[in-house]
């Protein structure tokens, strides 16, 4: 395959590949290498990831590795208000494609809690999260086309919040008029420094969204995932 032709900034790091599971097996094995070493040094790992349907073969990689999983908290990075048996459920995904073989005996720790609105729902995401410790050790991110990440969108009237250096919170409500359910995600603050950080995507039409936001990277609030652009990035790609 040819190389994508797009400049990454000094200190991003390109992890291209040719085809989806041949990325997803590279990516599997730099996490479990990082959560391996942080096991070695500390009681508990913490591994933040993101739905949809481009980690599906990751997560099948990651499954499979010899960790000791019942040390590691995995969490989503962000998710839909809607209840775990819903299609739209990212919990739903991870427990059918990540909590399985060795990974069943991890810490899953759920954003999706009691309450009809996330807003309502907060303070028990609050609670649930109140033992996970920051800087997280191994965030991996997507990124949809309109330069939104976790569900860090555009147009969520809760984003200048959510995003800015001084935002108290580790989550927050999120309700974007472009997406059809409410949603509860991490905030820049509890994201941001954690040890690796990975940019997992696929397709032509990503990257040149990814180059469309590193083209203007001041301006985050236009395109949340320029908050996330920055030197020792892991970009994980393929067609």
Sequence with gaps: ??????????????????????VAVALADAVAEVLETRLAQAPRASLVV??????????KALSEKALDWQRV???LADERWVAEDDPASNTQLVKAHLL?????AANYLSLKQQGA??????????AELADLALPLDVLILGMGNDGHTASLFPDAPELAEAISADCP??????????????????????????????????????LETL???????SDVMAMPVRAFLQPGLNVFWSP
């Design 211 to 217: 180059e469309q936001a590193l083209a203007n990277p």
């Design 169 to 206: 919170n580790r989550v927050a409500a999120a309700t974007p008029p472009s997406q059809s359910q409410q949603r509860i995600t991490l905030t820049w603050p509890a994201l941001k420094d954690a040890r690796f950080t990975a940019l997992h995507l696929k397709g032509q039409d990503k």
């Design 100 to 104: 399985q073989g060795k990974a069943a």
């Design 50 to 59: 993101s739905g949809g349907s481009t980690p599906l073969p990751f997560f």
């Design 73 to 75: 908290d995995i969490l």
């Design 1 to 22: 395959m040819k190389t994508p032709d797009i400049q990454l900034p000094e200190g991003m790091l390109p992890r291209f590949g040719e085809t989806p599971e041949q």
């Design 117 to 126: 609105t996330p807003l309502e729902g907060l303070a028990a995401v609050k």
